[in-house]
């Protein structure tokens, strides 16, 4: 009975506090592709062709694909919260990537002074997530969303946006499916006629109470509820 409880925990902390974020993420996703984790991925949807529309041109954003990260957006305030949003929820895709795609993700996400930070501080976030995610040869399921936007500062080059969001992570064998959620706030730059991310910081929390009239899912049982489920706003 121990051994889950623990398990629970080890996740938790190690993986869906660190993954919660899309700049977070990026920290984590630069270790050797021989991880378990990225060996066993699901692909994801934001794995389209480079250059593939992902909103019309008169959109905040995302345009299109770069490095399968969403990229093109408007020099607006919009576009800086749709920036944003989309940032955090890159965690999906940056699970799937080989060392060389998630330095091209990073190049492509982060400002020109900020790449080589978040770089250097990759192998060092995913080492603990891709331990504590060890040992199971099941898909890693994990799902993020954005719940609502706070602008708390903004200009025609540089804006701050926090994003309270949920990410859901489920591993059959080694994480049952549960919710990390945290505030991650974005430091953004307008570079290269794009948002950039300079920084992000993450901060746990807040967490509801779970719905107690609900039973917790399984691994199993989160798989067959939302097959052919897909996230929202990616391509079909």
């Given amino acids: 009975m121990n051994r889950p409880h623990s398990t629970r925990w080890l996740v938790s902390s190690a993986v869906v506090l660190a993954l919660v974020g899309g700049a977070a993420v990026l920290r984590g996703f630069a ?4 991880s378990t984790v990225a060996n066993h991925a699901r ?10 529309v992902v ?21 607006t305030r919009e576009g800086a919260i749709a920036a944003a949003v989309s940032f955090m929820a890159t965690g999906e895709a940056l699970l799937g990537m080989n060392p060389a795609e998630v330095a091209a993700a990073i190049h492509t996400m982060a400002t020109a002074e900020a790449e ?33 936007v706070r602008v708390d500062d903004f200009d025609a080059v540089r804006a701050r946006v926090a994003v309270w969001n949920v990410g859901v992570l489920s591993r059959a064998g080694v994480a049952p499916p549960q919710a990390g959620w945290s505030i991650s706030t ?5 570079e290269h006629d794009d948002w950039k991310v300079a920084q992000e ?28 489920f897909r996230a929202y706003g990616s391509r079909p």
């Fill in 201 to 228: 910081t993450v901060e746990p929390g807040p967490a509801p109470v779970p719905n107690t009239a609900v039973a917790p899912a399984s691994s199993a049982e989160l798989d067959r509820r939302l097959a052919g």
């Fill in 55 to 75: 909103a019309a041109p008169t959109s905040p954003g995302p345009r299109r694909l770069q490095s399968g990260i969403p990229v093109g957006y408007a020099p």
């Fill in 116 to 148: 080589g930070r978040i770089l250097a501080e990759t192998t060092t976030r995913l080492a603990a997530a891709r331990g504590a995610l060890a040992g199971s040869d099941a898909l890693v399921e994990y799902r993020q969303a954005a719940v609502a």
């Fill in 31 to 34: 270790s050797s592709g021989s």
């Fill in 186 to 190: 974005f430091d953004l730059a307008w």
């Fill in 43 to 52: 692909p994801t949807s934001l794995h389209a062709p480079q250059g593939a």
